[in-house]
């Protein structure tokens, strides 16, 4: 094999993201909660950015936002200025000195004013505890032998967030465990069985039930033969069955049912939930009554105004400062400016894209969620003039508040069918009517899949398919016809 060098050509097309463009598109992605920790994270870190103080009520009051195009964000970096994107951690002494002597430029907090962060620190909420913390203090109260207690922390240990026992008691013991025995195992599960939230340590939903029945201070004895004896018959709402069985009436079982709808069938939940997400509307739709239309506004007013320190950037044009110094500044101020041109330019982009939603889905924000229109996203692409990237960066996590609730600004762009008279439906315009179908239906003779969907046909909701009504209803979480039956 001859192995040998060759220089070659090639003519190629590469498109590189300049950095200014690179933040601009996480900056719009941002929810405004996120975009408020951004902001806040920027004025930490850059000395030259700072917030803009208002002069007068009037200048305090938000103002509404005006549609601007886009400004071109391609601008080309030359390489050998990356580097400069590489902020300096510490000025020079010299520097520093410097500083001392002018004084700080940001605002100081004034004397006797409480510390923002001390107060933010102390009105946050400490972490909640955890199932297994929970447990593991309860258990450290319980008496009882040496190698049951062993084995009652591993049994914590092995049980999971919904507050059951996830592997089976053969598991965790062998032959070679000599710190505790099988029966210990057995006992110890017993005790852990009797700490709270009650149900805890079950190894399945019928042990669970069982537990918190056993445990309740009402007699539920039928309720417990019930549930130890006819399970599978009750989870397949075999109720007829279950009456002949149990020489009892129907009405009997269903007022069991009921009570037995107080139980937890995650009792683990109780302790440590996981906490949602808060949200906060990013735009406002509301009903104007002068224009007899819909206005559009942005929920930004928490939002501070940005702007360059005038010290700082007159500071850059002297001639005394050392060029270390120099390059700090330069740094810092092409920082700030990009991130006060990326906000603007996301109020923009964010405010015209749900005004062109607003414009295509007026029939939903007046009459509701059965006349949500199919929208693909490459429309509002088209009539705000952008990529259909930016209109999905722009939607991505944002919500939208009007008469029918807080909702997904995503939720608006979805595709869907026609009907004989050309009428859009949307898939959420559909799932909405098929819930409104099972709510109005007979229980005692729910509809099939197949019924619903020729109820949706009645609605001119046609050429929808039997697996599709079904695929629709597991989405909603509705269970099959027989299941929903009432006796």
């Known amino acids: 094999m001859k192995l040998e060098m060759r220089g070659q050509m090639r003519l190629e097309q590469k498109m590189k993201l300049a950095p200014r463009m690179i933040q601009s598109m996480e900056i719009l992605q941002l929810s405004i909660l996120a975009l408020q920790e951004k902001i806040e994270q920027e004025l930490n870190s850059n000395p030259v950015l700072e917030v803009e103080e208002p002069t007068s009520p009037e200048d305090a009051e938000p103002q509404p936002q005006k549609d601007t195009s886009e400004e071109d964000s391609t601008a080309e970096i030359d390489s050998e200025k990356i580097e400069d994107f590489e902020r300096i951690a510490n000025l020079n002494d010299e520097y520093k000195d410097y500083m001392e002597q002018a004084g700080s430029f940001r605002r100081s907090t004034q004397t006797g004013e409480p510390d923002k962060k001390l107060e933010a620190i102390k009105n946050t909420a400490a972490p909640s505890q955890s199932l297994h913390e929970y447990l593991i203090e309860q258990w450290g109260l319980v008496e009882a032998e040496e190698t049951v207690k062993k084995a009652g922390s591993m049994i914590i240990d092995y049980i999971d967030d919904r507050g059951y026992l996830s592997v089976r008691l053969e598991q ?29 340590g079950a190894r399945d939903l019928k042990e669970c039930l069982l537990i918190q029945m056993a445990q309740s201070s009402d007699d539920m004895s039928f309720e417990s033969r019930l549930i130890a004896e006819h399970m599978d018959e009750f989870l397949e709402n075999r109720l007829p069955d279950i009456a002949k069985k149990m020489n009892c009436s129907i009405e009997q079982i269903n007022r069991a049912v009921e009570r037995m709808s107080k139980l937890d069938t995650s009792p683990g939940l109780q302790i440590g939930q996981y906490r949602n997400h808060p949200v906060k509307a990013d735009v406002v739709v509301e009903f104007s009554e002068d224009s007899k239309d819909y206005s559009v506004w942005l929920a930004d007013s928490n939002l501070p105004a940005l702007r360059i320190n005038n010290q700082y950037a007159e500071m850059l044009k002297k001639n005394e400062v050392n060029e270390k110094t120099r390059d700090f500044l330069q740094n810092n101020l092409r920082s700030a400016q990009w991130l006060i041109d990326a906000i603007e330019q996301r109020k923009s982009t964010l405010l015209r894209v749900s005004k062109a939603v607003v414009k295509y889905q007026k029939e939903f924000f007046e009459k509701g969620p059965l006349y949500l229109q199919p929208l693909p996203m490459s429309k509002i692409a088209d009539e705000v003039g952008v990529h259909l990237a930016t209109v999905s960066r722009a939607v991505a996590g944002k919500y939208i508040q009007c008469y029918w609730g807080l909702l997904p600004l995503r939720k608006f762009f979805s595709g869907g069918t026609e009907d004989d008279a050309g009428r859009g439906h949307s898939w959420e315009a559909i799932r909405a009517e098929l819930q409104k179908i099972i709510d109005a239906e007979d229980k005692t003779k729910p509809l099939s899949d197949d019924q619903i969907r020729k109820k949706l046909a009645e609605v001119s909701i046609k050429d929808i398919a039997r697996r599709t009504v079904a695929k629709y209803r597991k989405l909603l979480s509705i269970p099959a016809a027989r299941f929903r039956k009432k006796y």
Do not use: M, W, Y
């Not at 062998?174 to 057995?186: A, C, I, P, Q």
């Not at 852990?192 to 149900?199: D, F, K, S």
């Open 172 to 200: 965790l013991h062998n032959k070679d465990r000599t710190d505790f025995s099988f029966d210990d195992l057995k006992r110890a599960l017993e005790l852990v069985q009797n700490l709270e939230p009650t149900g805890i």
